[in-house]
């Protein structure tokens, strides 16, 4: 509840003049800046007092007793506050030297705690649905355009993690983002796992021998066991190869438990995945460097990723006898090689920008994913009967990072969207109630 009057003061939406519970008029020249950090709630504001003006710090509770529950009576640090603003006035609060703070009492508005209430009482999906028509296309606009550069730096800032964690090996950065984009969401953490674990140098030295190289690989994901399988010949050949290289390398393999495949067809298994890597360093791919050269053209990263299964992957979907009712792809459908290059290329150009100072790549980045298709999945679905419809993949983008981010994480305080239609009370112009309580409202009968 005090983070609702954190908010309150920092946008200056009090919804009446303010004064102190002694009579004194207190007028904002400045809120001053939020604080996240140990201290007073807001540093740094501006206020005129009773027709004198101040500077200094404001610190914001729901009750006034809370300034002594807290302690802040014998920190020096709030020594500095000029001011306290709380919901209820159930005490005089005062300095560690005894002098008494200025107090203000607000209440939140009505529009707004309607508005924040009905945003709050929808624990799932998009809580401002029955609002979004009201939003001007400028709002739109100007929102959905930060959210996709958010989205991708968020994005890149994995790879650059992944560049801090692996002892800033750029190549092997950006072969666990492939790893992790190949899982496709549902196994992208087992795929960054198992790329983590192996270090590119082996995968090189074998590149030359698929069959060492998909050992490396099978063997590190967990999948392989000599017990299982005893008639496969091509899954035993992994097995030993894989026995040998684990003691020369002195490796460990992952749980194979970790891999899923609920909701997943069999020629999308984790298995034809794994050997789509293979083949790739198999063919001589260099992560890094090819997609540099691609420079961010759809048509070049279509090539890039279109690597090919033969021998037992190019008819099987996993190990064992393979069923003839199955028919397994050979390469990526368009579809998959598009997700990859918003997935995977596009933050490698943003997060390559950020470590070279090359932001023209960055640029061209973000104009690719403008030519490219937008996803389809539910949570599009659910914007676009909303109202808000994704024309390519930058706007997807966009839409995706603000279900996750924001509505998700119940950030409507933080949300652009959420800002606009608590400002505007956008709710109190859907509703009409005759008590407010919990969250609780009831209607108005006609």
Request: proline letters at 3%; a neutral charge; hydrophobic letters at 40%.
């Amino acid at each position: 509840m005090e983070l609702l009057y954190h908010y309150l003061w920092k946008h200056k939406m009090m919804g009446r003049p303010l004064a102190t519970v002694d009579g004194r008029e207190v007028v904002v020249r400045s809120p001053g800046r939020h604080n996240n950090d140990a201290g007073p709630d807001f540093s740094g504001a501006r206020l005129i007092v009773g027709g004198e003006e101040w500077a200094g710090n404001v610190e914001v509770h729901v009750k006034a007793s809370d300034w002594y529950a807290h302690g802040h009576d014998k920190d020096r640090a709030y020594d500095t506050v000029i001011l306290h603003v709380v919901a209820v006035n159930d005490a005089e609060v005062k300095r560690s030297d005894g002098t008494v703070i200025p107090q203000v009492e607000v209440i939140l508005p009505r529009d707004f705690y309607v508005t924040y209430a009905c945003l709050m009482a929808d624990l799932k999906g998009t809580r401002c649905r029955e609002m979004l028509h009201q939003l001007p296309e400028l709002v739109k606009t100007d929102w959905l355009e930060s959210l996709s550069m958010e989205r991708m730096h968020f994005k890149s800032a994995r790879l650059l993690e992944y560049y801090t964690q692996l002892n800033s090996d750029w190549e092997q950065s950006v072969f666990t983002l492939i790893a992790r984009g190949l899982g496709f969401g549902l196994n992208g953490l087992p795929f960054e796992i198992l790329a983590k674990n192996l270090p590119l140098k082996y995968l090189y030295h074998h590149a030359d021998d698929l069959l060492q190289t998909e050992a490396l690989l099978f063997g590190q994901a967990g999948f392989l066991d000599g017990a299982l399988y005893p008639y496969d010949e091509y899954y035993q050949s992994l097995c030993r190869e894989y026995m040998f290289l684990q003691r020369k390398y002195g490796l460990r393999p992952q749980a194979r438990e970790m891999w899923k495949y609920a909701r997943t067809r069999p020629q999308n298994f984790p298995h034809r995945r794994i050997a789509l890597l293979a083949a790739a360093i198999h063919a001589g791919t260099h992560f890094s460097s090819g997609l540099v050269e691609a420079n961010a053209d759809i048509d070049r990263l279509m090539e890039y990723f279109d690597w090919r299964l033969d021998g037992y992957w190019g008819t099987h979907c996993g190990f064992g006898p393979q069923s003839s009712e199955i028919v397994a792809p050979r390469t990526l459908s368009n579809a998959s090689k598009e997700l990859l290059i918003i997935n995977v290329a596009a933050p490698f150009y943003y997060a390559h920008a950020r470590l070279s100072g090359n932001f023209e790549l960055a640029e061209r980045g973000a104009s690719m994913l403008m030519q490219l298709r937008a996803e389809r999945n539910t949570i599009l679905s659910s914007w676009q009967a909303c109202g808000l419809v994704a024309q390519d993949a930058l706007r997807s983008q966009a839409l995706l990072h603000l279900r996750a981010e924001y509505c998700d994480r119940n950030r409507c305080l933080d949300c652009r969207f959420g800002h606009y239609f608590l400002r505007s009370g956008a709710a109190g112009r859907l509703f009409d109630y005759t008590r407010i309580r919990d969250n609780t409202f009831v209607e108005v009968s006609d």
